[in-house]
């Protein structure tokens, strides 16, 4: 993946989500319809704080290692009940800005790496990487490819509301 492609995959289903979210208007933002009784606005708080560990993870050369089941550490079903509850109580203004500052500084990100820094891996030859992905599938899963599978979650909200 090329950068320029990545960054207009980004840029093309992030405007797509954020044109959903305009449909769900501010009204409903914290209605909780979603699974497991989220809301958009809980939606919005999930991805800004994904794309905030991506971003540290990149900054800081350090790849994601969810513990194996059965074994002590944060998975990402632990760290989602935290972005979770964490974000319960933050207001609806704050949460659409920092999701604004997390996506600006993502694309800031992403504009500022290099094709062969996307391509590499994360603590390359730290041990323990082995399995990690590149850069670029790191930062998709945490923007274009998250975008989409929350767009899908709203849309089936909306299709039938």
């Not at 993870?57 to 994601?64: H, I």
Request: hydrophobic content about 40%; proline content about 5%; overall charge negative.
């Amino acid at each position: 993946m090329t950068k320029s492609d990545l960054l207009a995959n980004i840029r093309r289903d992030r405007a797509q989500f954020d044109a959903l979210v305009a449909r769900v208007g501010e009204a409903r933002m914290t209605e909780p319809a979603l699974e497991d009784g989220w809301s958009v606005k809980d939606v919005l708080a999930h991805i800004s704080a994904w794309e905030k560990i991506c971003l540290a993870l990149v900054r800081n050369n350090r790849p994601f290692q969810a513990p194996p089941p059965g074994e002590s550490g944060p998975s990402t079903d632990v760290i989602n009940q935290k972005i979770y509850e964490e974000s319960r109580g933050k207001r609806l203004d704050d949460i659409v800005a920092e999701a604004r500052r997390s996506y600006a500084d993502l694309l800031a990100l992403v504009e500022g790496l290099s094709e062969d820094a996307l391509t590499a891996v994360l603590g390359a030859g730290q041990e323990g990487t082995g399995g990690s992905p590149p850069v670029w599938q790191l930062i998709s899963g945490n923007s274009d490819d998250h975008y989409r599978e929350h767009s899908a979650q709203i849309e089936r909200w909306l299709g039938g509301a």
